[in-house]
Each structure stands twice: as C-alpha cells, then as structure tokens.
C-alpha cells in the first residue's frame, strides 16, 4: 500500500488551521500529526522513510478537496466539447474531488442506467467522483416526471432540467411531494421563459444600447419566489441554481429565515464580472443566467460570504471554438469553470481560507449528499483533498478541459491550486502535466 | 480603423465626415460623377440579411470611387450550406477584400469580423444594434435642409427598441447639438434608456407642434407575432403620420424615413410624396456619406 | 482636420522675402495674360497654397487689365496616386466657379516638385470639362521632376538637393509674412508642403 507525507502544510481540520504533516494511506487519511517548531522537520523525515512519496507543502493550504454541485461534463452526446475524461481532468486541476455531471446530455440523464453509466465512467477515470445528477422530467420536456426512484436508485440525489427550468408549478409541487419523502434535492435554473424568451443579456441599459432583447432579473425572482413558496408547502429541500442578482438573494434570506430548506450556489464568473464586460459583445460573456450590473455581483460576494448562498458551483459549460467564436447573438450560452473557480472565489471574497473551504467544498458536499467529500482533515476520513498557494497570483491561460471558452483567460488572480488528491491518490499537481497518471508511486 | 457604430464618435469627426460627404455630392454631380481615388482596391459587400438597397448604394459609393466591388450574399451562399461566419470572413479576406461592409442580424458580427480578419469594416446595420452609415446620412439631409443640427427639435416615431436606425440616429443627432424625442408605445420603447440622451413620450399628438424634424422608423409586420402593439390600425391612429398630423406640424418641419416605406402605415401617401418629405434626398446623401466613408477608411495609409 | 502650422526656425535660410514673392507674382500675372492671347483664362489654385496664390495673380491682373479673371480651387486629394502610401487627410473643397471647357485654365501651386500633383490635378481638371490649353504657374521651380512636366510660369527656379524641404509661407494660411524657406531635410525624407 502506498503512502504520501504531505509535510507541513496549513491544513484545515476540524479544530481550525493547524501546521501538520498528513499521511494518506489505503485511500484515507491516516494521521494528522501537528509540527512544533524546532522539532517539526524531524518528525517529518522521520516519516518520509517509511512514506512512497514526500510533497512538501510548506507555505500551502491543505483543505478538503472542492466539490462542485453544477457542471456540465457533455458526455454523453456532445464529446466534441467535454467528455468526462476531459472534464475529470479538468475538475482535478481546479482542486476538486468530486463533480455532480448536469444531465442535460443527449440523451438526457433521466433513468437509472443513463445515470449509472455516467458514474462508471466516471469511476474508469478515476480522477474525481462523477456523481451524475438527473432530471426532473423525462426528456427534460417539462411535462412527465422523469424515472426519479430509478435515477434515485442509481445514487441520483441532486434532480434538475438545468439548462431549462421546471415552469409548470403543478408537475413541480409533484416532483417536490415525490422526492421529498424520498430524499434528495430539487435544483432549479430559475428563469421564466415568458419573460426571458429571445433574451441574450441582461435586460438593461447594456441591452437596451446594443439592441439586444434581454433577460430581466425578473425572470429569476418570479420562479424563485414560486418555488420557494412550493418548498415550503411541501417540506422537499430546494436549491436554487446560479443566483444571479440580489432580489432573489433576499428572497432567499426571507426563506431561510422561516426555516426552509432551502439552499442556494453562485458562480464565480457572476462574482467578478458584470453586464458591462458583457458590453464587448465578446460571446466569452455570455450565459444564462447573464451577467448583470455590478450592484448585483457586490450583493452575490456578501451573500456568499454570509452564508445566504451556501455554495460557489461553477456551472462549467464547455463549447468549442468553432461554436463560441460567432457574434453575440449566435454564441450557444455557458462558459468553463472548473479551473478557475477556487482562484476566482478567492479573489472575488478575499475570505479565510475556513470559509472559503466551506463554500466550495463542505457546503457543496452536503447539498449534494456526497459523503466522502467535504470534510475538514482528520484521521479516518477519505483522502479528498486540495492544497493550494493561498496568495498566489497567476494570470490564466491554458487548460485541461477541451475547451476554452473563459471570461477568465487573461485576468489576473490570487490563489492557485497546486496538488489534488482524489482517494488518497494525486490527481494534479501543478506544472506536471504527467499528473493525471491514476496510481503515484516512489519518492522524487 | 472600421466604422461600426456612430455611439460616442466625437462631434469633430462626424462634422468632418459631413463635410468630406458635401464634397463628394459636389462629385457625384458632375458630367463624370466618378473619381479614381480608390482604383484598384477591393471592397466587399457581405450582406447576410438581404438589404438591396442598402448593397445598391454602397456599390454606388465604391465604384464613384474607382474601387472594385464584390458581393456576397446569404442566400445560396455557404453560409446557407453551414459554413461558419469566421470561415466566410477570412475566405473574403483571402480573395483579396481590402474592406468588408457588412450586413448580419446578429449585433456585433461586424466587430467580430473586423477582429478576426484584422480588415476596416463598415456596419451596414447588425441586428438591433447600429447602421451608422444610415444615421450620417440623416444627419447631412438635416444639416443640407437647416444649416446645421444644433438646436433642432428631433421626434423619432416607431419601433424604437428593434431599431438599429434609431439607436445610429440618436447618438449621431444629439452628438451634433438636436434635441432627440423617442415616440412610441412602451413596448417600442428602449426597455432603458439609461446613457440615451433623450426624452421619450408615447404621446405623437402632443409633440407635433414643437418638433422641426419627425423620423418615422419601419413598423415591421412580423413583429406583430410578438405582440408589442394590439393590432396595425390600433398602432396607426396612434403613430401614423397622416396627413391631418402633417398639417399639424410647424410650417417648416420636415419628415423623414429610412425606407423602405409602409405607405398607409406608418406613412400616408401624401405625406410620402410632399416636398416637406426628404426621403429620396436621404437615399441620395447615402451615396455621397458612404463615398465619405470608404476613403476615409481606405484612401491612406491609416 | 488642420495641419500644425509649422513654425520656421530664424537660422533657416530665407530664399524669396515677401517683396520678392510680391514682384515675382506681379510678373507671371503679365506673362499669363500675354500667353492668353486677348482671351480671359481661368485660374486654378491647388490646395492649400495654391489657391491664395492664384487670388493674388487674378487681382494682379485685374490691376493692370482692369479685367478680374474667374478663380477656382482644387483639391487633388481624390486623383493622387500615392493614396495608400500616406495618411489619410480631409477633402478641401473643390470649386471651379466657370465651365473650363475650351477655356485656357492656369493651374497655379507654389511648388513644384516631382510633377505628380500637377499630373494629379490635370486628371482633377478633365472630370470638370475639357480646357482648351492647361498652363501650368508656380511660385517655385525646385527640380527633381518625376513626370514630363514643366511650368510655363516660374516665380523663382530654385536648385535644391532632393534632402532638403523648401517651405512656403502665405499670410492667407500662414503666420507672419510671406517668404520661401529651404530646410535641411533628413536624409530619404523629401518633399515641399509634405508633397512627395
């Protein structure tokens, strides 16, 4: 059985932020032993003797690896622009452990086997758990429930038609009442199709002087404020996806405050950038929800950093070059995310790194039911872990996933990834473009 | 250098493209309304939404200039066999285009085909957004018919929100000193107006005694799919320009429109055909605005 | 658009003072008039210095003939054919105030240089009509011709090396008074009124 020293790194545990050395061994942690000045070096040498491989962590962070709740991995049907390979790596070299694979795929994740062959695929990679989400309506058509025991039974636990949204409420309070006596969790992309329809940016002052229809950030509150209402009334946990502007970060607040259970995820690019990046009609800017006015992002970081939204997710969503590089109007929506998404989140919060842990990692992990992520290091838990440069700035370029399409390429940012460890294995490791071999052997 | 949107161009260099147009409507009427300024250099039309007369006027341009012109349309075309944008654009490129003008529905292709073939490009109107060739040669039929912009009452009626004519003609009229009223319902309004120097109303009747100018823009049939209005006879008792309406208008009030005209719409026939109407001096200063145009962007070395 | 005035050095060596220019257009004034033969020509400045030239010559004229001949402007800007090699400059306004056809039309500029405005402003002239004779009237003859051209009517013929620039001072468009200057020029880099 083989054994990494991760040696005097910061690590999270659940006492705080200690300086220990760490040994993964048989896919776990195996021992946390703290480092006391003076002495600190020996106890690790003495170790690396019995260790395979020794990583010097000194000046890093070591925390939980991250988990993230909304990703769009493409395989199968669109393997052109992500595949879960890609995408595994992708996912490792942004410090994750484990993905939940939106199902919005062709076919679309909506029974039992569709979800156990993204999850064994997945498992072939090896290099993050893929923990396939499924739909709520079969064919994503919004009308007929999906097979849910069945997805459910395939280890399902995180249902949306992200990509769409469930606008029928009745067949959504349906959904609710079925799931909530079975467990799991509704996630919804909250836009209203009337009041989206045709849309390709924020609705405002950008879209109005470009020409463009627009999305108003109406569209989100009135589902969100439907939903939240359906959560209540009928008890099923309810997450909303992307929350995109502060209106509906207030309608949550208001929810969670009566005690719904309710939870919420943001994406970084929301975070950072704005309707007015959008201005550039550079189709790297576009998604759904869109980006809106920078009143929003402010309002979108404090809720993060309160806790309002439980979790930063990336909604990573792939395409390639020949399918973005169009005008505006024709670009297909989304953006990559994965890789930038722990530096972003930093960047954009400048929080401790506790809590920033927490948002991309302990949170995530909870509302997606996967277990053995998501926990501050001790003995005995899984060896899923991230250790980081916490003040590193890097400015971005090049990436594992197959495509590029990143309002980030060329922005500067705080905070880089430098190793990943999924199972007690090392998944990445900065600058090594070796990394992704499965099983790590022998000391440097 | 391309010429993509009349939005934040500095009155100075709107005044000097004017002046430049004056010059070559001074050209177009000579004995030989031709000069060899451009002479061997290759200027293609790429309209990827059918405009005639729009193409017409801009091979007019190119040709009064000694350029070669090449035309490219959509239909029966690659793209219509799914050839990408880009791909379409650098093949133009390839064939030697030394300036592309281009029509596409979707705002910005313009400004992405400049970036991707690194060639000027001249916005012959994308999408929603900007045709701002069409907003200078309002502007010199108005600076031709009262001397100048400054001060001039402005009331632009219609479809605002779709209107790349418009949004040309705002920034280009207020930059040279009018005054620019928006009419039209709120569903034809700009959702916001935020960074538009202008006042808006949905009340015609009560600004036609105070206006020197009514734009008239197209009202599109098929935007009726939409429902931004109840029905077309609802929309003309409230913004045609009838002839009663005309006769309200201050004695020396002109009327203009980007055509091609909805007569009876948004138009009478009267009106259409009264001197006071200058839309056939609009389609005449095009040819002189888009000649000022091409050799300011390719007659020198940048 | 307007062009930096340029401001002359005092150690720049003056070659015509402002009589010499007064006295020098005095006389091509008498040499038109007896080349025109008894007929009135019609003077055609080329921009910029051209123009005001061909005012004084006409108001010359009308001084001693009593008789004030048509003045026209022009701007090559349009016919040059070096368009692609030079930024890119605002049209002037071209305006020829009689029909040229069969008329004797005098060109009129303050330097001639290498011919290709005159060429250029020849092609200018037949879009208008089609003159009877096209003389041609210059303030300064410099040499260095690229094209079979020549004056029929020099102020001054001034031998220079194609190094240096000869400056032409107008009070119509310049400051102070009129004079002609010769420049030192970097090397490779020629012209007068930055004409190539």
């Known amino acids: 059985m083989s054994e990494i020293l991760l040696a005097g790194g910061a690590v999270l545990t659940p006492d705080g932020e200690v300086k220990a050395d760490v040994t993964l061994s048989g896919g776990r942690v195996a021992a946390v032993e ?14 690396a003797r019995a260790a395979d491989r020794v990583i010097d962590l000194s000046g890093l962070v070591l925390g939980p690896g991250f988990v993230d709740i909304h990703a769009h991995l ?23 452990t484990a993905v939940v694979a939106m199902p919005n795929t062709d076919p679309p994740t909506d029974s039992g086997h569709l979800a156990r062959y993204i999850s064994d695929r997945g498992r072939q990679v090896g290099l993050v758990e893929v923990a396939p989400a499924g739909c709520i309506t079969a064919g994503l058509d919004g009308a007929r429930l999906a097979h849910l025991d069945e997805l459910f039974a395939a280890g399902v636990r995180v249902f949306t038609d992200d990509g769409m949204t469930v606008a029928d409420a009745g067949l959504l309070r349906r959904a609710m009442e079925y799931l909530e006596a079975r467990g799991g969790v509704i996630a919804q992309h909250a836009e209203d199709p009337g009041l989206s329809r045709g849309g390709h940016m924020h609705e405002g002052e950008v879209s109005s002087l470009l020409g463009m229809a627009g999305i108003p950030a109406l569209a989100e509150t009135v589902v969100a404020a439907r939903d939240l209402a359906l959560a209540e009334l009928t008890g099923a946990s309810y997450h909303i996806q992307h929350v995109s502007c502060a209106e509906t970060v207030d309608l949550i ?40 006015p920078p009143a929003d992002a402010e309002a979108l970081i404090e809720a993060l950093r309160e806790g309002v939204i439980d979790a930063a997710a990336t909604d990573h969503a792939p395409h390639a070059a020949h399918e973005k590089d169009v005008p505006f109007e024709e670009a297909p929506k989304g953006v990559t995310g994965l890789e930038t998404a722990f530096a972003a989140v930093r960047s954009a919060l400048d929080p401790d790194p506790r809590l920033l842990f927490r ?28 250790a980081v440069a916490w003040d590193e700035e890097w ?25 990943t460890f999924y199972e007690g294995r090392l998944t990445y490791e900065l600058g090594n473009s070796g990394s992704r071999t499965p099983e790590v052997r022998g000391a440097p | ?42 200027v293609a039309n790429l309209f990827f939404e059918d405009s005639t ?4 006027s801009f091979e007019r341009a190119a040709r009064a200039l000694s350029a070669d012109v090449m035309n490219f349309s959509a239909a029966g075309s690659s793209a219509a066999k799914g050839e990408s944008l880009k791909d379409t654009a650098l093949t133009i490129r390839a064939l030697g285009a030394d300036l592309m003008v281009v029509r596409h529905k979707a705002a910005g292709a313009p400004r992405r085909i400049a970036a991707w073939t690194g060639r000027p490009v001249v916005n012959a109107g994308d999408g929603a957004h900007q045709h701002p060739t069409q907003g200078m040669l309002d502007a010199l039929t108005l600076r031709q018919r009262f001397g100048g912009l400054d001060g001039l009452r402005v009331a632009i009626v219609g479809d605002i929100r779709h209107s790349r004519v418009a949004r040309s003609n705002v920034f280009a009229f207020t930059a040279l000193g009018a005054g620019v009223t928006l009419v039209a319902p709120r569903t034809l309004q700009p959702v916001s107006t935020g960074g538009w120097p202008v006042d808006a109303t949905d009340d015609l009747d009560g600004v036609l005694g105070e206006v020197d100018v009514v734009y008239l823009l197209r009202i599109q049939a098929e935007r009726g799919g939409l429902s931004v ?49 200058l839309v056939l001096d609009q389609v005449a200063n095009g040819v002189a605005v888009r000649m000022a145009v091409l050799f300011r962007l390719l007659g020198g070395s940048g | 658009m307007s062009w930096p005035l340029r401001v002359l050095e005092d150690s720049v060596p003056l070659v015509m003072a402002a009589a010499d220019v007064r006295k020098s257009l005095s006389r091509m004034a008498h040499e038109i008039v007896e080349g025109s033969r008894g007929e009135a020509p019609v003077l055609v400045g080329i921009h910029t210095r051209g123009v005001p030239l061909a005012r004084r010559i006409a108001s010359a004229i009308e001084g001693f003939a009593g008789s004030r001949a048509p003045v026209g402007a022009l701007d090559i800007g349009l016919y040059r054919d070096d368009l692609a090699s030079r930024p890119a400059m605002p049209l002037a306004a071209t305006r020829l105030p009689v029909d040229i056809t069969d008329r004797i039309v005098v060109l009129v500029d303050d330097v001639l240089y290498t011919g290709r405005t005159v060429r250029a402003a020849m092609d200018a002239l037949n879009a208008f009509g089609r003159p009877a004779v096209i003389r041609l009237a210059v303030l300064v003859d410099r040499g260095h011709r690229q094209l079979p051209i020549r004056p029929d009517h020099v102020g001054k013929n001034l031998p220079t090396a194609a190094s240096e620039r000869v400056s032409v001072r107008l009070v119509e468009i310049d400051r102070g008074e009129d004079g002609v200057w010769i420049e030192p020029g970097a090397p490779g880099i020629s012209g007068a009124d930055g004409r190539v």
Do not use: C
């Open chain 1, 34 to 47: 703290p480092v006391r000045e003076g002495v600190g070096r020996e106890i690790g040498a003495g170790r």
């Open chain 1, 74 to 96: 493409r395989e199968p049907g669109q393997e052109w622009k992500e595949d879960i390979a890609s995408g595994s790596a992708a996912a490792a070299a942004g410090g994750f």
């Open chain 1, 253 to 292: 607040r208001a929810a969670k405050a009566k005690g719904a259970p309710v939870t919420a995820e943001v994406t970084p690019h929301h975070l950072r950038f704005s309707d007015r990046h959008a201005a550039s009609m550079d189709p790297v800017f576009k998604m759904y929800p869109p980006l809106r």
């Open chain 1, 359 to 386: 948002r991309m990692s302990v949170a995530p992990a909870a509302i997606g039911a996967l277990h053995r992520h998501g926990r501050w290091i001790e003995p005995g838990i899984p060896a899923n872990l991230a």
């Open chain 1, 395 to 419: 400015t971005v370029e090049g990436f594992a996933s197959r495509s590029s399409n990143s309002p980030f390429v060329g922005e500067t940012l705080t905070g880089r990834v430098r190793y």
């Open chain 2, 1 to 42: 250098m391309s010429f993509l949107t009349t939005r934040g161009v500095p009155r100075k260099d709107l005044e000097e493209l004017l002046d430049s147009a004056d010059e070559f409507n001074r050209v177009l009427a000579r004995p030989i309304p031709k000069v060899p300024a451009l002479q061997g250099k290759l």
């Open chain 2, 53 to 56: 007369r729009t193409r017409l």
């Open chain 2, 229 to 277: 209005f109840p029905s077309l006879p609802e929309y003309v008792s409230r913004y045609g320009m009838t002839r009663d309406r005309f006769d309200r208008l201050p004695a020396e009030a002109v009327v203009l429109h980007p055509g091609p005209m909805n007569r009876g719409v948004e138009i009478d026939d009267a009106v259409a055909g009264h001197p006071r109407a």
